[in-house]
């Protein structure tokens, strides 16, 4: 481990890592000197960004992976066994939005979608890569959420329902393991981000208003480095 780079050594899996804060985080923590694992549907997208890392002197393997497909989570994990016999950081980034409506109006097959990839597969991840944490020393899981998650607001209901419970499995999941090892587990709410996500929430807003993923990135990567307690929550 260098200060230069302070991740030296370390095995990092980022999901949605094809564009915005995944693709940022990733490239952040490759410069930080992890091997990072990209995974999101898009295979030309995650080449373009593993091609960012590598370019940058960065080390990095593609995973394309479909979270609403049920068992590609633990074909994945099995893979990464098989290369590695640990994985040190997780970042949950990737997230279904539905469209924005009443909760009377919510149509029930985006909801389904966003209950299997921002619920159903973070229960997948963490049970799959448990064992790999638990192998690594100092491991770190991050889940990227929402504040309407926390507090409900008009009209993003079907989002904010799944944020929820996905809060509440990533703190039962950092009680759970609090003291099986040193697994700490963070939230973090990123805020107002130039993200494609956040554009079509909010299609008249400026982009250049907001904080651009790279801010996020850099915040991640800071705090995979960082002793906090676990269910540590905080807003970028």
């Known amino acids: 481990m260098s200060e230069n780079k302070p991740l030296d050594g370390r095995i990092a899996l980022v999901t949605g890592a094809s564009k915005g804060i995944g693709a940022a985080t990733a490239v952040a923590l490759a410069d930080a000197g992890a ?3 990209l995974t999101a549907r898009d295979v030309k997208l995650l080449e373009q960004v593993e091609d960012t890392i590598h370019e940058r002197g960065g080390s990095a393997t593609i995973a ?3 979270l609403s497909e049920s068992d590609g989570i633990p074909r994945l994990a099995a893979a990464l ?3 590695w016999d ?3 950081i997780m970042v949950i980034n990737a997230a279904y939005l539905p469209v924005l409506t009443p909760v009377t109006q919510i149509d029930p097959k985006q909801f389904s979608q966003a209950l299997t990839v921002n619920v159903l597969a973070t229960q997948a991840l963490i049970a799959a890569f448990d064992p790999l944490l638990k192998r690594a020393d100092h491991a770190r899981v991050i ?3 929402s504040s309407v998650g926390a507090t409900p607001r008009a009209y993003w209901s079907a989002y904010g329902a799944t944020k929820a419970a996905f809060d509440n499995l990533l703190e039962t999941y950092a009680s759970e393991v609090e003291k099986l090892g040193d697994i700490r587990v963070a939230i973090l709410d990123p805020g107002a981000t130039r993200t494609q996500m956040r554009a079509r929430a909010y299609p008249g807003e ?3 208003t907001v904080k651009p993923p790279e801010d996020v990135a850099a915040r991640i990567v800071a705090l995979v480095q960082e002793d906090f307690p676990t269910a ?5």
């Open 64 to 66: 394309p992976l479909d």
């Open 232 to 236: 540590h929550r905080e807003r970028a």
């Open 143 to 145: 889940g990227l959420t």
């Open 86 to 88: 640990k994985l040190d």
């Open 206 to 208: 400026d982009p250049a």
């Open 35 to 37: 091997h990072v694992v």
């Open 81 to 83: 066994a098989q290369r």
